[in-house]
């Protein structure tokens, strides 16, 4: 059976993770990492980096290093979180044709999904490595809360990686699915899930491999990145007090304490108390340089971040009374994400639960073997009595726009996928031939609250005296979480052509020209491989015969004409090879490869057979 | 049946059978029944019995099969475990189901007769509702029809007019001309307007000469000239109007011309009036049309042979001319 990779596309890292003889393995890359950040970067000499090479380049590059772009993905370039970002981040962005954020690297401007791609495509090519044979087949994650733009988004950037994205499910989910896999159980349990940039909690029944999502909550823009910022603000505003001046707009500057507030945070994990170390972060002029050095102690950060928890509280509040549910409900608490790493977190979770957390799940890498074993279980042929099923909800209501401005709900949030909603619509003047239905996506009476899916203009109706024109619209989610809509004409039983407007996604030509440019770079990469391995070979050969050419020189003086013409080609040899590699020719280098290994075999040879000069 | 067991679909036979078994009996059988369920199970065994039936008829268990027929049965049956689990996971729609459903359970007898019953009610449910649908689009057509809601707004209008026929005929006349703007043909209406024709045109005349009075008192002369204009366009012969407007003709806006054209009318249609001929005297004299001003001077004096001024006032003109 082909295999399909399990993608988690974090928000700060990315985990790819396969189904091997029966149990799914976490495949780590070439230098053992097991996640890789979720980076883009173009390097000064233009060559693209991604994770680790895009991170430890970060500081000096800051301006062409990309991340967090999932906290992007599928938004509009006009909402508030992107705005917000905006202002936080070194790198420039700029809204796109149909509204959407695109983002500047070098000259380049690119769409989310294809920054989001170059990410799958390192995740592709860790898996590839490890197993020997091409990958074309994923499952990736998103956030259980993400909605229909954000998914498609997501999906699209599979589409764009050169993967076929089978299905895409919710990161808590998979995580249950990871928790409860090979294991007989019976139980509720609660997946509490925040990571880099978003937050989901989701109860789920788990009943001898049906999975069964009671209720999902969350928030898409609250996670680790968040906590991050406010050690780094809290950097930035002790530095101003204590120096009595400005960072500003330096991207070195606020990169360094970007990662320095990461890192501290991180360690505050462990320790009571941590030292933030930045000499020489800002430079004024020609003289003067400023240092921070500064202790930070737990308790500080946890008053920094007070709020951000007690947003999550509130989240799982309403979550949890919205579906009749109280904490005390669930038999296992599971944790997901490196800021549920945070004491005060786990302390909140716990308290909130009434559990202490499973230990059995690894927060970074359960969603990944989740996708793994849930892309295995979907393509397996011999479905048994113990393959696991999955029956996750949408996170949202879906309604469209009636008079007055308002939302009228057609399936509700926490139904059961997949699933559909039929709704006749009918022409309220004579001969009209088009009508449109707005679709949003929220639990808001006002549709202005919210979030417009996409415009569905349903024209070539035959032009009638009104009312006498019905036409049956059906609106499905599919098992991904995706929206689609349908038509019937009533009358005739005739499908009815739909138009979808104003939704700011890319369409199948954008999506097919990235994907080539995406081959293009991948073969351009393979090529300078090939070439570097090529001319190491070369250069590795060149230098043995030249070391031996005097050996063998002497070796020939009697050997007459023979001996004379050997030599002369040697050097010639030498001469073309010396030329290819400097016009960069791989096509000359690899004759002259086959050339210099005759060469260097030769002197072999002639180096064994005759004994070592005299004299 | 329509689909059988094919060689075309990537189903086993056992597979197909179950579905088009299961399918069959969806409307038939009681929720519990598609569930798997006795009546009074637990909570924790409907979801049990939820999540056996979900396992064998969730669309991932045919993930990527070629399904043919199937597919759209298979949908079916997956919507209606899931509508069912729906119903008997909540405990209070689960009481108000359990409700609807006989007591007594006989196996035999009950199949039977709960399928005769079932379908008798579901085609006479199923005739209904068509008879239903097909009215309501009817009723529907015929709201929407453009000329229905264009006779009930002429409709309006024609009680309208009834209402006020006697006490403001002129009220009345303008509600009939709306009603039968909207319904030019119908018969009721015309014959209402040939009914209110005159005696409200006489009452508006009346009511513009008023108007034009009351003008002319006040010193709006041009205003009070209109007025008495657009009495006459309604009543050509009005004489109080005509001698009024001519006056003002002749001393206000000297526009001889129409003075001329209306004493004319005014002569001929109220030819034995003697103030009207004592005042066209007067005005053609002013006019400088003095064999006009004689000849109604003559037959003034011919129905007021006493009046000695007139009589000195005719010698004059007859010297004039």
Known sequence: ??????????????????????????????????????????????????????????????????????????????????????????????????????????????????????????????????LGEVCQKAVIT????????????????????????????????????????????????????????????????????????????????????????????????????????EIG???????????????????????????????????????????????????????????????????????????????????????????????????????????????????????????AIQGDSLLSTNKGKDETLLLDVTPHSLGIMIVG???????????????????????????????????????????AENELLGEFILDDLRAA?????????????????????????????MEQSIMVTSKSSLNEEEIASMRDENDQHLISVAQRDEWVRLQSEADALMAEIQKKLSGVQQILQGSGQEGERFLSKVQSVLAISATAIQEQDPAQMARCLSDLRMVSSTFQNLTMLSPAPRG | MAAGPSDRVDLTEEEQKRILCFHATLDTLTLHELLQVERGAPDQEIKRAYFRVSRDFHPDRYFRRDLGAFQKKIEAIFNKINKAYEVLADPKKRQAYEATLPTKITPQRLEA???????????????????????????????????????????????????????DPVKASNCLQLALAHDPANPTYLKLQEELSPASRAMRVERAFGRAQADESLGSYEEALDGY??????????????????????????????????????????????????FLARVYRELGMYKNAIRVLTRYLGLSPADKDAAKELKELKKLD
Not at chain 1, 59 to 73: D, E, Q
Request: hydrophobic share 35%.
């Open chain 2, 113 to 167: 007769d709960r399928q005769s019953a079932k379908q008798q009610k579901e085609s006479e449910a199923l005739r209904a509702q068509d008879q239903h649908l097909a009215e309501e689009r009817r009723q529907r057509r015929l709201r929407h029809h453009p000329l229905a809601k264009r006779k009930a707004i002429a409709e309006q209008h024609f009680a309208d007019a009834l209402c006020n026929r006697d006490s």
């Open chain 1, 142 to 245: 998103v956030p259980a809360y993400f909605n229909d733009g954000q998914r498609q988004a997501t999906k699209d950037a599979g589409r764009i990686a050169g993967l076929e994205v089978i299905r895409m499910i919710n990161e808590p989910t998979a995580a249950a699915l990871a928790y409860g896999y090979g294991r007989e159980m019976e139980k509720r349990v609660v997946v509490f899930d925040l990571g880099g940039g978003t937050f989901d909690i989701s109860v789920l029944d788990i009943g001898h491999a049906v999975y069964q999502v009671i209720c999902t909550g969350g928030d898409t823009f609250l996670g680790g990145e968040d906590f991050d910022q406010r050690v780094a603000d809290w950097i930035t505003a002790e530095f101003s007090k204590e120096h009595q001046i």
């Open chain 1, 405 to 447: 401005g308002y939302s009228q709900k057609l399936i509700e949030k926490n139904t059961t996928l997949p699933t559909s909603a039929t709704r006749i619509f009918s022409t309220v003047k004579d001969s009209q031939t088009a009508v449109k239905i707005r679709v949003f996506q929220g639990e808001s009476r006002l549709s």
């Open chain 1, 1 to 130: 059976m082909e295999k399909v990779l399990g993608i988690d596309l974090g928000t700060t890292y990315s985990c790819v993770s396969v189904v091997v003889d029966g149990s799914p393995k976490v495949i780590a890359n070439k230098g053992g990492y097991r996640t890789t950040p979720s980076m883009v970067a173009l390097a000064p000499d233009g060559k693209r980096l991604v994770g680790h090479l895009a991170k430890r380049q970060a500081v000096t590059n800051a301006k062409n290093t990309i991340f967090g772009a999932k906290r992007l993905i599928g938004r509009r370039y006009e909402s508030d979180v992107v705005q917000q970002m905006k202002a936080q981040v070194p790198y420039a962005m700029a809204q796109g044709p149909q509204g959407d954020v695109r983002i500047h690297l070098g000259e380049k401007i690119y769409s989310l999904p294809e920054i989001s791609s170059m990410v799958l495509i390192e995740m592709k090519q860790v898996a590839e490595e490890y």
């Open chain 1, 249 to 371: 707009p330096d991207a070195m500057a606020l990169q360094r304490i970007k990662e320095a507030a990461e890192k501290a945070k991180c360690e505050l994990s462990f320790q009571n108390e941590t030292e933030i170390s930045l000499p020489f972060l800002l430079s004024v002029g020609k003289n003067k340089t400023y240092h921070f050095q500064r202790k930070l102690a737990r308790k500080q950060l946890e008053e920094l971040t007070l709020d951000l928890i007690e947003r999550c509280v509130r989240i799982c509040d309403k979550t949890l009374s919205d579906a009749g549910l109280k904490g005390a409900d669930v038999n296992d608490v599971i944790l997901v994400g490196g800021q549920t790493r945070m004491p005060r977190v786990q302390q909140m979770v716990k308290q909130y639960f009434g559990h202490d957390p499973v230990k059995s799940v690894h927060p970074d890498e359960a969603v990944a073997l989740g996708a």
């Open chain 1, 465 to 493: 005296p009104r009312g006498e024109v019905e036409v049956e619209v059906s609106f499905q989610i599919s098992a991904d979480g995706l929206v689609s809509v349908a038509a019937k004409d009533l009358d005739t039983g």
């Open chain 2, 229 to 278: 204009l657009g009495a006459l366009e309604l009543d050509p012969n009005e004489p109080r109007a005509l001698t009024r407007a001519i006056n003002l003709l002749v001393t206000r806006s000297k526009d001889r011309g129409k003075a001329t054209t209306l004493a004319h009318r005014l002569e001929e249609a109220h030819p034995n009036d003697q103030p009207a001929l004592r």
